[in-house]
């Protein structure tokens, strides 16, 4: 049976109330109080824009701006445009572009960014007044439009997407209305449950860069999969989960958001190392000494001489170097290596050795427990053997 992701149903919830401001028909009387609270501005209008785009508002009801701040987090999973969504509506437009005049445009009957868009690309000012007859003067307001959308005044969309293709959200606020299959409370908790795979995150393209080599979109999912077939321990595979996902906050990263910070290894001080992903847990010489002795206890424990690289050690890239029983110890190892290293945060020693073959010990305490229970103990029994001989 599944359980419910109360934290994804929640915010589906908050979600959900934000819709109410985009139908036209049957609004409930709280959406107009809350429409009145914040005066000139209308929640559509906020909507779409940008968080640097957006105005501030000082008597923004609580509620409202929790659900902003909600939106804010997941909208990428309810809106196809980028940098603006098709169902931005045409006045919303001033927000980002001072200069342009909306008054003319929505006298011609456009009230959306759809209605100036055609397979995703914004149409030419000449098929504009073609079709809407809008003044000549509206050029002035086309030119930074264009500028907007992108060099080749095509509105890009995430690599996921189709060009075209519309989100539900989006399409009630073009339309103002709902269609009787539109659950909103069901579809956007179902919305919310999924992820975006590593292989698509701007986190896979940044290993890329560091490894200097492009990981294939197969091998990503091969590590997940492969992994958590292998290792049954939950904080074991949250710290695979936390290393892949590039979770921990690297000297470099602090320093990009609080400029006072040093942006340099807090292990080497004399050598002044810039603290980046890869020195932090890999490159820095404190660590490298640590990394060896791993690498020298893994092929003692298992004769298997696996590569001495960051794509194994750290995101555990070795298909099928040896049998399971022994992938199992492997990733073990890596991975008590790595929470080692991450529970020493901003210490300025590497762990030793010595904690990393007790904390092991530790582990099989509960993988015995495990074993026991389990209708088939054979299938773990090598794993064991291996690291007691
Ligand atoms: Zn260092």
Same mark, same amino acid.
């Not at 609080?258 to 603290?275: A, N």
């Given at each position: 049976?599944?359980?419910?992701?109360?934290?994804?149903?929640?915010?589906?919830?908050?979600?959900?109330?934000?819709?109410?401001?985009?139908?036209?028909?049957?609004?409930?009387?709280?959406?107009?109080?809350?429409?009145?609270?914040?005066?000139?501005?209308?929640? $559509?209008?906020?909507?779409?824009?940008?968080? /640097?785009? #957006?105005?501030?508002?000082? =008597?923004? @009801?609580?509620?409202?701006? &929790?659900?902003?701040?909600?939106?804010?987090?997941?909208?990428?999973?309810?809106?196809?445009?980028?940098?603006?969504?098709?169902?931005?509506?045409?006045?919303?437009?001033?927000?980002?572009?001072?200069?342009?005049?909306?008054?003319?445009?929505?006298?011609?009957?456009?009230?959306?960014?759809?209605?100036?868009?055609?397979?995703?690309?914004?149409?030419?000012?000449?098929?504009?007044?073609?079709?809407?007859?809008?003044?000549?003067?509206?050029?002035?307001?086309?030119?930074?439009?264009?500028?907007?959308?992108?060099?080749?005044?095509?509105?890009?969309?995430?690599?996921?997407?189709? $060009?075209?293709?519309?989100?539900?959200?989006? /399409?009630? #606020?073009?339309?103002?209305? =709902?269609? @009787?299959?539109?659950?909103? &409370?069901?579809?956007?908790?179902?919305?919310?449950?999924?992820?975006?795979?590593?292989?698509?995150?701007?986190?896979?393209?940044?290993?890329?860069?560091?490894?200097?080599?492009?990981?294939?979109?197969?091998?990503?999912?091969?590590?997940?999969?492969?992994?958590?077939?292998?290792?049954?321990?939950?904080?074991?595979?949250?710290?695979?989960?936390?290393?892949?996902?590039?979770?921990?906050?690297?000297?470099?990263?602090?320093?990009?958001?609080?400029?006072?910070?040093?942006?340099?290894?807090?292990?080497?001080?004399?050598?002044?190392?810039?603290?980046?992903?890869?020195?932090?847990?890999?490159?820095?010489?404190?660590?490298?000494?640590?990394?060896?002795?791993?690498?020298?206890?893994?092929?003692?424990?298992?004769?298997?001489?696996?590569?001495?690289?960051?794509?194994?050690?750290?995101?555990?890239?070795?298909?099928?170097?040896?049998?399971?029983?022994?992938?199992?110890?492997?990733?073990?190892?890596?991975?008590?290596?790595?929470?080692?290293?991450?529970?020493?945060?901003?210490?300025?020693?590497?762990?030793?050795?010595?904690?990393?073959?007790?904390?092991?010990?530790?582990?099989?305490?509960?993988?015995?427990?495990?074993?026991?229970?389990?209708?088939?103990?054979?299938?773990?029994?090598?794993?064991?053997?291996?690291?007691?001989?």
């Amino acid at each position: 049976m599944a359980f419910p992701n109360v934290k994804a149903y929640y915010q589906a919830a908050v979600l959900t109330s934000l819709l109410s401001h985009l139908i036209k028909d049957k609004q409930p009387q709280w959406v107009v109080m809350e429409n009145r609270a914040i005066r000139l501005f209308q929640v $559509p209008n906020l909507l779409w824009l940008h968080k /640097k785009n #957006r105005p501030t508002t000082p =008597t923004m @009801p609580s509620q409202l701006a &929790l659900a902003l701040q909600v939106w804010e987090t997941h909208r990428t999973h309810f809106e196809t445009g980028c940098p603006l969504s098709m169902a931005t509506p045409i006045e919303a437009i001033t927000y980002c572009i001072p200069t342009f005049h909306a008054t003319p445009w929505k006298e011609k009957g456009i009230t959306h960014l759809s209605h100036v868009c055609e397979a995703g690309k914004l149409m030419d000012f000449t098929r504009l007044r073609a079709i809407y007859d809008i003044p000549q003067t509206s050029q002035y307001s086309h030119i930074p439009l264009k500028s907007l959308l992108g060099k080749q005044s095509k509105v890009r969309m995430p690599d996921h997407r189709d $060009p075209v293709e519309i989100s539900a959200w989006e /399409k009630i #606020r073009i339309s103002g209305k =709902t269609s @009787p299959k539109f659950k909103p &409370l069901s579809d956007c908790y179902k919305v919310l449950q999924t992820y975006t795979p590593l292989h698509k995150s701007p986190q896979a393209a940044n290993w890329h860069l560091d490894l200097e080599t492009k990981v294939p979109e197969g091998t990503w999912k091969h590590i997940i999969s492969s992994t958590r077939k292998l290792i049954k321990s939950a904080p074991l595979l949250e710290q695979h989960q936390k290393t892949l996902y590039r979770w921990y906050m690297v000297p470099t990263r602090i320093h990009k958001q609080y400029p006072h910070s040093s942006p340099l290894c807090w292990r080497c001080t004399q050598e002044q190392e810039q603290g980046t992903v890869m020195h932090i847990w890999w490159r820095c010489p404190q660590l490298a000494r640590f990394w060896k002795k791993v690498h020298k206890l893994i092929k003692r424990a298992t004769n298997t001489d696996i590569n001495f690289e960051p794509a194994t050690f750290l995101l555990l890239n070795f298909p099928n170097v040896a049998p399971a029983h022994k992938m199992k110890l492997i990733c073990h190892v890596l991975l008590t290596a790595q929470k080692l290293i991450a529970r020493s945060w901003k210490y300025t020693k590497a762990p030793n050795i010595q904690t990393l073959i007790q904390e092991i010990d530790k582990q099989l305490i509960y993988e015995t427990y495990f074993i026991k229970t389990h209708p088939r103990p054979q299938r773990f029994l090598g794993t064991w053997e291996l690291w007691h001989s």
